[in-house]
């Protein structure tokens, strides 16, 4: 029975749990896996590799007298990798970040694919080694598995599987492939991961379906213009947002009310900080601290009342298209934002001439398709302000959003009747709700200034002096 190993890199059963979760079971990755295949036909275990080596911090390669020799081209792959400071920048990247070893071992292996691929198609030489590998594996395995196992043959075949592999490692190094391949990924995980980081849904929650949602919705993000205008924007909100959220948890104050999974090292109970203590259990500790499920205090304000959810309306009517939509996304998006970290329902209506879309964002993370529909959904046509009002009370009457407050954004003016503005102030009175409307005009609207708590304009949050307009616009 043959007991080499179809690895290089040493690791440990559960090194491979979520890996395997996710390209096992993602219908994208299996279908690459095969087509890739066809190019390498060791490259589901080099893919394994792949991420063993991005994922874990200390890294022993197997000698090569363990290694079975169908993967010996595997192993001077996964060493020439090493070779390369971009991939040692990616490790770093990734190291210890599920998440981030996957994304990069999704990236480096559709680029040395397709490197290889290419030089194949120009290059008949080199077609024909990786041709010749194929055949002298498919030979070793027949030999290996025969019941009548002739020793010097398999010799002679590992000798030929060894010496192609040598041919073939002389045209990736005369070719750079490994380097160009490396390059191109490095620059492709940058690119996505920091599209994925700046829109709030990094929350290493890994399934195959969020996985492949993360990384399409990424991708669908960062080619329009508007969507880069309002994840620009959209950012200086949100660090003006967190140095108040900061300040003020700081000012309030908390207390100890339970205990609850998490990965915050400066909330873990005593009880899981003992697992480093031994090599043997340091393993596990590093995985609940990426799975977010370490034994950890859990925190209370000490304020009388909780904050409820959000209900961010957003007008997107023809007045809105160009700057004044990336002003009010970025305003939502920031509020978003600040709700998932908060731990609050979010909710955002679109509207126009009337209510066209109604998104529902729970307070346990940011669902990626959800929120590249906040991020670009524009209808156009004229304004009416009572129907998203009108779904504003009708989900505030709901128990899922019975203390929710109200954020309108909006530019335009629209007739509002007397009869709905009195019965309006009568239900915000009995709910207890508050409305802040955000005007992305220059002058205050009257209509909404008899409903709302406080109007702010878009003046009031372009200006350098903004502390006054945010502390009200973001402690909601």
């Not at 390498?40 to 007298?65: C, Q, R, W």
């Amino acid at each position: 029975m043959d007991t080499l190993s179809c690895n290089t890199v040493e690791f440990f059963e559960l090194d491979l749990d979520i890996y395997n979760n996710i390209f096992k079971n993602s219908p994208r990755i299996i279908e690459n896996m095969e087509s890739f295949k066809k190019t390498i036909s060791t490259f589901e275990k080099l893919s394994e590799d792949m991420y063993l080596s991005l994922f874990k911090k200390n890294i022993v390669f197997k000698a090569m007298e363990n290694i079975s020799p169908e993967y010996w081209f595997n192993s001077v792959i996964i060493k020439k990798l090493f070779e390369i400071d971009e991939f040692e920048d990616l490790k770093q990247s990734c190291s210890l970040n599920f998440f981030k070893s996957i994304l990069a071992t999704d990236l480096l292996g559709q680029e040395l694919i397709k490197s290889f691929k290419e030089l194949a198609m120009n290059s008949k030489a080199f077609s024909a080694k990786l041709n010749n590998q194929v055949k002298y594996i498919e030979e070793y395995r027949r030999d290996k598995d025969s019941k009548e196992k002739d020793t010097i043959s398999l010799g002679a075949i590992k000798n030929k599987i060894l010496n192609n592999i040598n041919d073939i490692d002389k045209y990736i190094s005369d070719h750079n492939l490994v380097y160009t391949s490396v390059s191109e990924a490095l620059k492709q995980f940058l690119a996505t991961f920091k599209t994925i980081a700046t829109w709030g849904f990094d929350d290493n929650r890994l399934t195959p379906t969020s996985y492949e949602e993360k990384i399409e919705v990424s991708a669908k993000l960062r080619t329009l213009r508007k969507v880069k205008d309002i994840s620009e924007m959209a950012g200086r909100f949100k660090e003006s947002a967190s140095e108040l959220q900061r300040k003020k948890v700081k000012e309030e104050g908390l207390e100890v009310c339970g205990v609850e999974l998490g990965n915050e090292i400066h909330k873990i109970l005593p009880s899981e900080k003992l697992f480093l203590a031994r090599e043997s259990t340091k393993k596990s500790f590093y995985k609940k601290l990426t799975q977010k499920e370490l034994l950890s205090y859990k925190y209370k304000n000490n304020r009388a009342k909780s904050k409820g959810p959000i209900i961010c309306c957003i007008d997107t009517s023809g007045s809105m298209e160009g700057e004044l939509e990336v002003w009010s996304k970025s305003v939502a998006i920031s509020l978003l934002d600040i709700a998932i970290k908060q731990k609050r329902e979010f909710v955002a209506i679109m509207f126009s001439n009337k209510v066209y879309k109604v998104l529902e964002f729970t307070k346990h993370r940011i669902e990626p398709n959800k929120l590249y529909e906040l991020a670009t959904f524009f209808y156009g046509s004229g304004t009416n302000f009572i129907e998203p009002l009108e779904k504003s009370i009708e989900l505030i009457s709901s128990a899922r959003y019975k203390y929710a407050d109200i954020v309108f954004i909006t530019d335009g003016k629209a007739y509002i009747e007397p009869e709905f503005v009195e019965e309006f102030l009568f239900i915000k009175e009995k709910k207890e709700f508050r409305m802040i409307t955000v005007n992305v005009s220059d002058e205050i609207e009257e209509g909404l200034n008899q409903i709302n708590d406080t109007q702010i304009l878009l003046s009031a949050l372009t200006e350098e002096e903004i502390e006054e307009a945010n502390n009200t616009l973001f402690a909601i």
